[in-house]
């Protein structure tokens, strides 16, 4: 009688153990920009490029990384991912570096080019 009492509580206690080691997992692990980015922007894609994911890919790896100011990157993939264009809005920088936003294009504009028409290159 002890043994299946002790058997039972043993098994409780793994169950209830379970779900609590898989959360604290799941908080452990890092989250994945590139993959979020990917999701967000692939609809914007459909219909325009044959490839949505590898556009989207293509411009998160090559277009935005060019982009050394934090501020100006992360507006960037905001607004690629939210229109599937590049689009920085000027209340998504600090106004100190709202000058920089056209320079940023021109900085980006050979590298969208070639994800929008050649992104496995």
Do not use: Y
């Not at 993959?35 to 949505?52: D, I, S, Y």
């Not at 934090?70 to 600090?94: H, K």
């Amino acid at each position: 009688m002890l043994i299946r009492f002790l058997s039972g509580a043993l098994v409780a206690c793994l169950a209830l153990a379970a779900p609590a080691q898989a959360q604290m997992i799941s908080l452990m692990k890092p989250s994945d920009p590139r993959g979020e980015f990917v999701r967000q922007c692939a609809p914007h894609m459909l219909g325009r490029w044959a490839h949505p994911e590898e556009v989207c890919g293509c411009l998160h790896d090559h277009a935005a990384a060019v982009v050394e100011d934090e501020d100006l990157r992360e507006a960037l993939l905001r607004g690629i991912s939210e229109t599937g264009v590049p689009t920085i809005e000027n209340n998504w920088v600090p106004a100190a570096k709202r000058s920089e936003i056209g320079p940023t294009f021109t900085k980006i504009a050979r590298p969208t080019l070639q994800c929008m028409f050649d992104p496995a290159h």
